[in-house]
């Protein structure tokens, strides 16, 4: 074959190669690839005078200069390797196996050696392998021959179109992942080195009854429920974050995060509630936020007659519309930074999100908050109601048994029943629980801070043999009994009562 086929095939292997193995790396979150092992090892084996040579001409570039070489180099190699396919094929395996074999030497002289770094070094050989083999033909098929038909010379020109399409997709998309990778830990670590004043979390005494099996009052943020729009959370630095309020205001304000805490913090239990929550779910929890009353900053904009909405923003673009009366009421509505003591973990909103009782998140719980528009219902329309949702959002009184769980097989006699109940911003005043004989008895309910949080119940059950259904409704603080009324999630929220079955023998 004296045409260039070999030659450009051998490159476009290496480079799907090299692609792959940066690809395979940002996936799999290794410390470092094949290739930047491969260029460290090149700079610590450059002799010291050597290296301060090209320090003095190229200066801090002689890291993406090593990078480069490597690179060069490994497509030169891979069009030796092109060139030797068809003549000498033993020979192009073996500098392909020594080309990984390289890699991995490199990846282990370093401290970041590891199975995964095998892999990847293994599978862009491979990769490399598979690539000459597509792209070079028996001589007789050779596509540039005077012999080679237009079908030929399409084909090969279509599949060398695939390989370059992939290499600069799956490179292109590597070091993109590689850098948010490298801006997150950033963020991570911004949000570790924040010194907040000390916020110790102390659950009110009589307010976790202790029910084995009943969620706890107070939420982990590990187990806290996470929903939101974003396939991957904005990632904002505290220090260039910050809050712009505008529209019916007198005064435009900007905050910044220390601004906040200037401010001074304040904690609040809220429990926040997703209205996607349904009969019986987990799209719930409670925690201690610190924040700065968002009343307080819509006091100082000075709010405008004939304003009665926020429509707040988020990095991602996100919108939220909630009704100004519920930000001014008087109740715990915060623009917080801390949840459980810690600084807002990133899925959570870092570093700074709304919390306000007695609405779900989609009208109130902005996370990664920066914009705040004051105006009105009636001038726009966020994300959710966009799409079908109700615009204001309340939440609903609601009740869960978390003890039993439905299907259990039980001993009769003595049994813990238990769970929780809810109905943010007006509170809780008892909870019945019905063991399928249609006779409400009244539950155990634990002592909470405030009127927006969870309550634990408890009752203890003689539970007879047979096969019985268990139902549990909440009473709010305003005596209303929560409703058997079967309503879905969509447009604002589920109702109706969470009923388990369980067997007792
Ligand atoms: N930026 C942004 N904030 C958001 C959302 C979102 O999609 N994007 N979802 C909201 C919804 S629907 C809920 S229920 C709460 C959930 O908050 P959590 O993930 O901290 O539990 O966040 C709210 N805030
Ligand atoms: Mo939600």
Redesign the pocket.
């Known amino acids: 074959m004296s045409s260039r086929v070999p030659l450009l095939s051998g490159v476009l292997a290496a480079g799907a190669g090299l692609a792959l193995s940066e690809a395979l790396s940002a996936i799999l979150d290794l410390r470092e690839s094949p290739l930047l092992a491969v260029g460290q090892g090149v700079i610590n084996l450059t002799p010291g005078p050597i290296a301060e040579a090209i320090i003095g001409v190229v200066g801090t570039a002689d890291k993406p200069l090593a990078v480069t070489s490597v690179v060069l180099a490994v497509l030169a190699l891979g069009a030796l390797a092109g060139t030797w396919w068809q003549p000498h094929r033993l020979r192009a395996f073996v500098l392909v196996v020594l080309l990984v074999a390289g890699a991995i030497t490199a990846l282990f002289a370093r401290p970041y050696g590891s199975v995964e770094g095998v892999f990847v070094s293994t599978a862009a050989g491979v990769a490399m392998l598979g690539v000459l083999k597509l792209l070079i033909r028996d001589p007789q098929e050779d596509p540039t021959s005077l012999a080679a038909t237009g079908a030929q010379r399409r084909t090969f020109i279509r599949t060398l179109g695939l390989v370059t399409i992939g290499i600069v997709v799956l490179g292109g998309g590597s070091q993109l992942l590689a850098a948010r990778r490298r801006r997150r830990r950033d963020i991570e670590a911004a949000r570790a080195a924040l010194e907040l004043p000390a916020r110790p979390v102390n659950v009110p005494a009589g307010a976790d009854l202790d029910v084995t099996g009943v969620a706890s009052w107070n939420t982990s943020n590990r187990d806290?429920?996470?929903?939101?729009?974003?396939l991957s959370p904005?990632l904002i630095d505290p220090v260039e974050w910050s809050l712009r309020i505008h529209g019916m205001v007198d005064n435009e304000i900007t905050l910044t995060y220390q601004d906040l805490i200037d401010r001074g913090l304040q904690d609040a239990w809220v429990t926040?509630?997703?209205?996607?929550n349904p009969i019986g779910g987990e799209?719930i929890?409670n925690t201690v936020w610190g924040g700065v009353p968002i009343k307080d900053i819509l006091d100082e904009a000075g709010i405008q007659g004939g304003a009665d909405a926020l429509l707040s923003t988020?990095?991602?673009g996100?919108t939220?519309g909630t009704p100004l009366a519920a930000l001014t009421d008087g109740r715990d509505a915060l623009l917080a930074v801390t949840m459980n003591g810690e600084p807002l973990p990133i899925?959570?909103?870092f570093p700074v999100?709304q919390v306000v009782p007695g609405l779900?998140?989609?009208v109130?719980?902005?996370?990664?908050?920066v914009d705040w528009e004051i105006t009105r219902f009636s001038d726009f329309e966020a994300?959710?109601t966009q799409r079908g949702w109700g615009e204001r959002g309340e939440i609903k009184t609601g009740s869960r048994i978390d003890v039993p769980r439905s299907g259990d097989e039980l001993t009769a006699g003595a049994v813990r029943v238990g769970g929780v109940a809810w109905h943010q911003n007006v509170g809780i005043s008892g909870v019945e629980v019905d063991f399928g004989d249609g006779r409400w008895r009244e539950a155990e309910i634990s002592s909470v801070p405030t009127a927006d949080t969870w309550v634990q119940w408890a009752i203890d059950w003689d539970a007879p043999e047979g096969r019985h259904a268990i139902s549990v409704r909440a009473i709010d603080a305003d005596g209303v009994v929560q409703t058997a009324d079967i309503a879905d999630v969509l447009p604002d929220g589920a109702t109706g009562h969470h009923i388990i079955s369980v067997g007792v023998s």
């Open positions: 806290f429920y996470r929903i939101d729009t974003a904005p926040l509630c997703c209205v996607s799209l929890g988020s990095d991602d996100w939220c899925a959570h909103g999100r779900y998140g989609y109130s719980a902005t996370k990664w908050v994300y959710w």
